[in-house]
DNA sequence: ATGCCCCCGTCCCGGGGA
């Protein structure tokens, strides 16, 4: 069982790029973010025409998340739980996440993130990252009881280690290398989930994103910023993981591209 | 110090991204 997870920059634009990545046969799930359009917008029948089912939380222009499975998506909850000094909703959609039973495999829970890029640092948006991933963690503590598995993809926004960004000294200041977010994300692994990336790659580069500007790409001035957290239940049934470079090099591409692991 | 590049909206600029 293959799962894939891509913060696609828009899917009106990369509409038929997310359909020729389906169609590879890469991945049985991918949880794809930052959709830019309504559920109203969401090409559905596309892939449902495709043999794939799909579940959406959608926003005009901003954000957006969605789970797309050659298997049956139950339980849907869209957003995360508030915490106990919270009082109004969270108007971003920037999470979702469902139950998908795979055939000889089990179940699994999957969440698909788009965590707050957080500049300017520091300021409000900052802030609002650390809140959002408090909200985070506090779920995905929680999630851990079950003792199911899980796995919470996306685009996290930050770099957790040196080695996951071309140059560390250029970012200091920003809000993807601070120190509060890579805290706030060596606390969520802390909590027993596993970096599956990081797992098979103990070592050297892994990047997912490379900036559209300054000949990045051709430059491989990437970072890694998506990430897979899996609870020790799916953990253990890891066996292999890794970046798909392939489409970050497609006509008019995303400035990300998937990030996969396998399970058995 | 800022923009480079890209996407969106009702749109020829500004906000947001990372």
Redo the contacts with the bound molecule.
Sequence with gaps: MRLASW?V??????HEHVLAYLDSDKCDILLIQ?L??TDE?FPTQSFIDKGWHVETHGQ????GVAIISHYAITEVTRGLPLLVDEDHEDDHARYIEARIDVPDFGMMRVGCI?L??G?PCPGP?FDYKLRWFNRLHAHAASLLTSEEKIALCG?Y?VMPQAVDCYDPEGWTGDA?WHEDSRAAFFSLCNLGYTDAIRAIHPNGEQYS?W????GAWQRNNG?R?DHMLLSPEAASCLVDAGIDKEPRGWE?PS??TPVWCAFR
């Design positions: 913060n920059n828009s899917l009106k634009a990369r930052e830019k359009l917008n005009k222009t901003y954000n788009y707050p890029n500049n948006k685009d926004n993807l994103y900036d559209y500007q300054k970072i910023i008019r400035d990300h």
